[in-house]
Structures are given as C-alpha cells and as structure tokens.
C-alpha cells in the first residue's frame, strides 16, 4: 500500500477529531457563560449592580487560516486569549463564543467611562503583531460594549451587545460602541466622533505624505524631504489639530506606520530612477510612543527592511521633551534604530528644559533647530545667541543641525553666516506632494 496515500487519508480524520474536540470545548464555555449571564442578572435584579459585557470580534482571524493553516489560526486564538485573560480578574467571565469571537463578562464595571477604558484596554493588546510559531501576525479587533443597569432577558442583553458590535464594525478597523440606557456626554460623543473621522480617513488614504524640501543652505542643494502628514479635508484649519488628537489617543500610532509606510514605497521609486537621487534623505517626525510601546520599534524596522530602504537615508526624528520623559526606554529603542542604521533627531531642540542633557544622553545624529528661535533671530539678540551655541556644540559633538522655519532671504543669509549647514521653511518651498516632487526631481 501507498504510504503516502495512507497519510494523506488519514489526515481528515485527525482534522475531525480535533474540530469535534474544539466544537464540545466551545459547547463547555458558553454554558458557563449562559450561566454566569443568568447570575449576573439575578444580582442586577435583587441589588442593582450593575454589570458590562463585551463581544470582542477578532476581524482577520479568516485570512489568516486561509493564507496560514487552521492549526497557525487556532495558535494565534489561544495567544489572544492569553493576552485577554491577562486583563481579567478571577471574578470576570472571559469565553471563546466561536473562533473569531470573545465575550468577555465583568460585574465589576459600573459605569459607561470604565467600560470605554476596558475596551480602549483590550484594543491596546491588538496595535502590534502577535508571535505565532515564525510568523508576526497583525490583527483588528471590534468591540460591543453593553452596559447593563437595569434588569433584562439573557436574549435581550446578548441582542444589544451584537449590535453594539456591529455599530463598532460599521465605523472601521479597531473601534469599539457602546450600548447603553444613560446618554453619553456631548463632550464624549464629539470626541468619539472625531476619532472615527480621523480613523477613516487613515484606512480611506485621505491622510497622505507630503515633502518639505531641506537645502543645504550655503549651496541650495536639495539634500531630503521631511515627510509631513496631510490631510485634504483639514486643509483651511491647522494641520496640528488631528495630530493632537491623534497624540491624545492610540490612533498615533496607526497615523505615523501609514504615513511611514508611504513615504517609504516613495523614496524607494525615487532611489530607482536615477542614481542622482540615491543621495536623497527623509525626515519623519514620529510620537515617542515608538520609543516606549512593545514592539512598536520592530514595526517600524519591519516597514524598511521590507521596502528594501536604505536605513541611513531615514531620520525619525523625537521630540526632546517626550524623549526625557521616558529616558530608560526611550534608550533602548533608540539604540535598536541606530543598529540597523537608522539616524535619530531631536525635533524642536531648545524649547524643553533639558536640552543640554539630551546632547549627552542620547545616541542622536541630528538636532532641529526649533522655528521660534529662526523667527526672533533678526530681532532678539538672545535666539541669535542660541542658535550660535547649538551649531557650536552639534558641530564638536557630530552632530549635525536642520534649521526649520525659513520664512524670508534675510532669515536664509543670516543662516549662511552663522555656519548653518541645512534649513527648510516656506521661503525654501512649501510642502508638496509626490507629484510635485516627481516635477522638481525631473522625473
């Protein structure tokens, strides 16, 4: 007989046993969760305590069997749940309802301000890729919130929380709704609203790369680009409004690897078409929540291995007080980028009280000169003075120096003579996109 033949029949036997296994393990949970359900509402209606349940949909657990295999996409479920079960306590109710979705039951919630910060808790565990056998797996979560403050069915309470879930899906990639009697405070809702709008417009590629060009001051040489995040629908208001919001939440992490990714796939077309653009730099300024979240240094080196980028002509650029704030790990991460090439900067240098420690601390290559001081420089003697002593000191130490902020030809001579050695700003060129880059490169 075919040995060969002989494994291959007997392998859906095996797949069958173990679909059989798992399909009674479910069957298990869930009866423990109907139960605990029951036994929450009971206490709902004997003392008024309220309580919360959240459906917690994993959205590409799908594609990953598909591209991976069932048993990578069940090893990937039961890290997830790990990683879940981390968040709970011995009194919380955390079950596999089918493969791709949890319900997580909690008797200790309250109110709707604690059930948003779970959930916002939870989708904080799904921003980086899990480690399953040789594989980084990225994945999405939906959340359904049902905050329960009044006594129901079982039915009615499991009906709420699924459209909660929906609503959650229907907004896009990572968002969680809440379902709930009380009405949420107006404040809140046009907070969440923005954050839907800022999310879409990154899933929608609404948000794109834009180039600032940076010369070499005493020749006008185009040296780089610092890649500026633009959003078309934002344009008559500060483009630093949706960064700050983006600040305020996660969602500055999703806005700073797309923004990046482009802008890599960008430079990488650029390299190509001439050897006289091999020369070319970018600049991006990105959140010290790089620095210090797990992981998220490796995404950014995982986005340049694989756009074949030369490392040395990216410089992710930090701001120096974010980066003083979280010295230990900011260290570390640092050191990761600069192993592989990367250079570092210290963005708006000068504004943070501890400026002259950031140049001994930091493995930096290059300082940013704060506009503030470029605009005074004519008129203040004192931001004369300072940018004088920052050349002086990034030049003894290395380091070299970007002058941001170059708004008139007095401003650029000026510059000239103080022995500034690259600038930007709107008398430079404004920011463009890659078009208008392609046009001047001569593309």
Request: proline share 2%; aromatic share 6%; net charge negative.
């Amino acid at each position: 007989m075919n040995k060969d033949r002989l494994s291959i029949q007997a392998q859906p036997n095996n797949a069958k046993l173990i679909s059989l296994a798992l399909t009674n393990s479910l069957r298990t949970q869930r009866a423990l969760f109907l139960t605990q359900l029951k036994s929450a509402l009971q206490q709902l209606q004997r003392s008024q305590q309220s309580f919360v349940l959240l459906l917690i949909k994993i959205e590409n657990i799908a594609d990953v069997e598909q591209n991976f295999g069932s048993d990578l996409s069940n090893n990937l479920i039961s890290i997830i749940r790990h990683h879940l079960q981390s968040l709970t306590s011995s009194k919380d109710c955390l079950v596999n309802l089918q493969g791709d979705e949890f319900a997580l039951l909690k008797t200790d919630i309250t109110d709707a301000e604690s059930a948003i910060d779970l959930a916002k808790e939870i989708q904080s565990q799904f921003r980086f890729s899990f480690q399953v056998n040789n594989y980084k797996i990225l994945c999405n979560s939906s959340i359904g919130i049902s905050l329960q403050q009044a006594p129901h069915s079982v039915s009615q309470v499991l009906k709420d929380a699924d459209i909660a879930l929906k609503h959650a899906q229907q907004r896009g990639l990572g968002q969680y709704h809440l379902s709930t009697a009380l009405p949420v405070p107006v404040k809140n809702t046009q907070a969440i609203l923005q954050q839907e709008q800022l999310t879409h417009a990154i899933i929608n590629h609404d948000i794109l790369p834009y180039y600032q060009p940076i010369i070499q001051l005493n020749s006008n040489q185009l040296v780089g680009f610092e890649v500026i995040a633009h959003w078309h629908e934002q344009e008559q208001n500060d483009d630093n409004n949706f960064i700050s919001l983006a600040e305020n939440t996660d969602i500055i992490i999703a806005l700073d690897l797309h923004i990046i990714y482009q802008a890599c796939v960008q430079l990488k077309k650029w390299h190509d078409s001439h050897s006289d653009n091999q020369q070319i730099m970018l600049t991006m300024n990105l959140s010290a929540k790089h620095l210090i979240l797990d992981g998220a240094v490796e995404h950014l080196i995982f986005i340049i291995q694989q756009q074949q980028i030369p490392p040395h002509r990216l410089v992710f650029e930090f701001r120096e007080h974010e980066c003083l704030a979280r010295n230990k790990f900011a260290m570390r991460a640092l050191e990761k980028l600069r192993q592989i090439g990367v250079q570092v900067g210290l963005d708006d240098f000068g504004t943070g009280f501890s400026s002259l420690n950031a140049f001994f601390q930091y493995p930096i290559d290059f300082v940013k000169i704060d506009s503030r001081f470029t605009n005074r420089m004519l008129m203040s003697k004192k931001d004369l003075s300072l940018i004088r002593v920052i050349r002086d000191m990034s030049h003894d130490m290395g380091f070299k120096v970007i002058v941001e902020g170059i708004d008139s030809p007095q401003q650029h001579a000026k510059l000239i003579e103080l022995g500034c050695e690259f600038g930007q700003g709107s008398y430079i060129a404004q920011p463009m996109d890659y078009r208008q880059v392609n046009r001047l490169l001569e593309l």
